[in-house]
């Protein structure tokens, strides 16, 4: 059975256990004591950028902030995806790869019309990032160029790069992101 992570509980949860108050975190990742309050009670999603930002204030990184227990063997079935919604951005990140012990990630992303990953461009670090668009369209920012992938379209280039995307389509774009080494 897919395992869904609930971005705010785990927030929470980590937040509460190195004994941190709403405003230590909100001050080091940025926002508002509110803004962090109601991502913790998932009325709102924050932007992968935001969510970099909070994982940071925790001294996490963003991957860290979504690892679970590895899992044993490199099987990963169906059923048994890791899945991360963000309501609030319109996708759903189901991991491919098992866990963070090997050299590579891979997260297959279904993003509906108007979702993405938020505006607001972030880094990640790993050394470098495959984006291949299986049904769609993507809209995509690396530094400042733009690009858009459709259907079978590919790209690569370094995660350090200020990135972001947006489905500006009018159906679903499904995308399989692929990070080495493993960082999301």
Same mark, same amino acid.
């Given at each position: 059975?897919?395992? @869904?992570?609930? /971005?705010?509980?785990?927030? =929470? ?7 941190? #108050?709403?405003?230590?975190v ?5 926002? #508002? *004591?509110?803004f962090l +309050?109601q991502?913790?009670r998932?009325? #709102? &999603?924050?932007?992968i ?6 994982a $940071? ?5 963003i991957?860290?902030?979504?690892? @679970?227990?590895? !899992? ?7 059923e !048994? =995806?890791r899945?991360v919604?963000?309501?609030? /951005? %319109?996708?759903?990140? *189901?991991?491919l #790869? &098992?866990?963070m012990?090997? %050299? ?5 992303s279904?993003? *509906?019309?108007g979702?993405?990953t938020g505006? *607001?461009?972030?880094? $990640?670090? &790993? ?5 291949v668009?299986? !049904?769609?369209?993507?809209d995509?920012w690396?530094?400042? %160029? $733009?690009?858009?992938? =459709? ?5 690569t280039?370094? +995660?350090r790069?200020? $990135? ?5 389509? @009018?159906?679903?774009a499904v ?5 080495t080494?493993? &960082?999301f």
């Open positions: 059975m897919a395992t @869904e992570l609930q /971005l705010g509980a785990r927030i =929470r949860a980590l937040r509460q256990a190195r004994r941190l #108050t709403l405003r230590d909100s001050e080091r990742a940025g926002v #508002t *004591e509110s +309050s991502v913790e998932d009325v #709102t &999603s924050p932007s950028a935001t969510v970099q930002r909070i $940071h204030a925790l001294d996490l990184s991957a860290q902030l979504f690892a @679970e227990e590895p !899992a044993t063997g490199r099987v990963v079935r169906r !048994a =995806r899945r919604a963000y309501p609030g /951005l %319109k996708a759903v990140d *189901e991991f #790869t &098992s866990n012990a090997g %050299k590579l990630q891979v997260i297959l279904t993003i *509906e019309p979702g993405g505006a *607001e461009p972030y880094t $990640h670090d &790993s050394d470098e990032e495959v984006v668009v299986l !049904a769609g369209v993507l995509l690396v530094g400042d %160029k $733009h690009y858009v992938l =459709r259907e079978g379209d590919a790209i280039f370094p +995660s790069l200020p $990135h972001w995307n947006m489905n500006h389509g @009018e159906a679903q995308v399989l992101f692929c990070v080494p493993p &960082s």
